[in-house]
């Protein structure tokens, strides 16, 4: 049974993804190539052109691909009522999205240099402004809000920052930092 050229095309950019973001969390952004990136994938830096003309190419991509869910996300909150659930909800969700693309989180983490300057660190910035638009209300007290920014930015601190510590699964690192999450989130909610 053959693979038609389309799953074929589909996996060779794939695996152009992984090994771009594998040598770029390697050496960093800027000091990798695409022919070291051809090299690696073990074809001609032509093949690599037919898919991707440049790394910044290859790069975003990448964080089309691993970031829908956070668009979808944001989606489906702004329909949603602005309830504590809701909320709850969108943590969980989010720190979902960020340990399924937590290859790419660590890239950007990394080379955030790099990040700004690329045409992903607007996008970024607004969907990171967007979420914590969803996440606090307005008319609350300012301390609450700051509780809202505060829990998203747990998980992201969770994701980076937990890894780091020896010990205890992966798994258990973004659970603990969901369960902090939610608790900075409703704590700021107060239900009238």
């Known amino acids: 049974m053959s693979t038609n050229p389309q799953q074929r095309r589909g996996n060779t ?17 800027e000091k990798t190539s695409l022919r070291e990136i051809a090299e690696r994938l073990g074809v001609t830096k032509a093949a690599l052109y037919y898919h991707f003309k440049t790394k910044e190419e290859i790069l975003i991509s990448v964080f089309d691909d691993q970031t829908r869910p956070i668009d979808e996300l944001i989606a489906w909150a702004a329909e949603q009522p602005r309830t504590l659930e809701t909320k709850q909800e969108m943590l969980r969700r989010y720190s979902e999205a960020l340990a399924s693309g937590a290859s790419l989180y660590r890239f950007m983490q990394e080379n955030q240099a790099a990040v700004r300057e690329l045409s992903i660190g607007e996008t970024v910035k607004r969907r990171l402004f967007a979420m914590v638009e969803l996440l606090r209300t307005a008319d609350s007290p300012l301390v609450d809000q700051v509780r809202c920014v505060s829990a998203l930015f747990t998980l992201h601190a969770g994701m980076m920052f937990l890894q780091q510590i020896e010990g205890d699964d992966p798994e258990e690192k973004r659970k603990a930092a969901l369960e902090v999450a939610i608790d900075i989130i409703t704590q700021a909610h107060h239900e009238a």
């Open 13 to 29: 950019r794939q695996r152009i993804q992984d090994i771009a973001l594998e040598l770029f969390a390697e050496q960093g952004y």
